[in-house]
């Protein structure tokens, strides 16, 4: 997604034209699936503008956009069709390179989930910009030792054989208590802080199955 919207900035420094991001994180009951997400959103914009997928949110990017009011309303077909909030960046000919647009798009969809009425979406804006004090929180969490790493057993079928084991970390929060990859992952991925959280989940000590176990052991 960050090379099509580098991509159409570049298009619309050279034509004139304005370019927007919508971030759209959708709303789904416990256990619920994103299957069809992708296709919704591409019935909401044009055929030429790319969709695209980061993490467990989308994101669409509009090449030719006039206004913001034209932003607005393709989120509005978006929040009709499917349940879900919406942040909303856009730069005018030549304002922001990818990564500034990206980010000001994750800052509105952080205003629009902190909304408890009207519009599902929201637009950037100046005062968005400062840091958000669970983002500052997360670039600490590594040196303070608040993260903790789980493994969950990966099994061979019929016979149960222990083949591997998948890493979950969590986040034991001093205020908010533990808290779910889905709270802070896509935190970190906006906030720069991904790279700290991949080297310390590389650095873990491996698991190693106690002699003898089998899928229902618990793993060293």
Request: a negative charge; one cysteine or more; hydrophobic letters at 40%.
């Amino acid at each position: 997604m960050r090379e099509a919207v580098a991509a159409a900035l570049s298009r619309g420094a050279r034509e004139g034209r304005s370019t927007a991001v919508l971030l759209v994180g959708p709303e789904r009951p416990d256990g619920a699936t994103l299957d069809g997400f992708d296709e919704l959103m591409r019935r909401s914009v044009l055929r030429d503008d790319p969709v695209g997928r980061i993490g467990d949110e989308f994101a669409a990017v509009l090449q030719d956009i006039r206004s913001v009011d034209n932003a607005e309303a393709v989120a509005r077909r978006i929040a009709v069709a499917g349940p879900a909030r919406i942040g909303i960046a856009v730069a005018a000919p030549g304002e922001y390179g990818a990564d500034d647009l990206l980010h000001r798009a994750a800052l509105a969809l952080q205003e629009a989930r902190s909304r408890s009425d009207g519009a599902p979406w929201a637009c950037y804006e100046p005062d968005l910009s400062a840091s958000t004090p669970l983002a500052e929180e997360l670039h600490e969490a590594v040196g303070k030792g608040e993260l903790r790493l789980l493994y969950q057993p990966i099994v061979a079928l019929p016979d149960g054989e222990l083949t591997g084991v998948e890493a979950l970390v969590r986040w034991a929060h001093p205020e908010r208590g533990p808290l779910e990859p889905d709270a802070f992952v896509p935190l970190a991925e906006r906030s720069g802080a991904i790279g700290d959280l991949g080297r310390w989940v590389l650095g873990r000590p491996r698991p190693r199955p106690r002699a003898g176990s089998g899928a229902c052991r618990r793993c060293s």
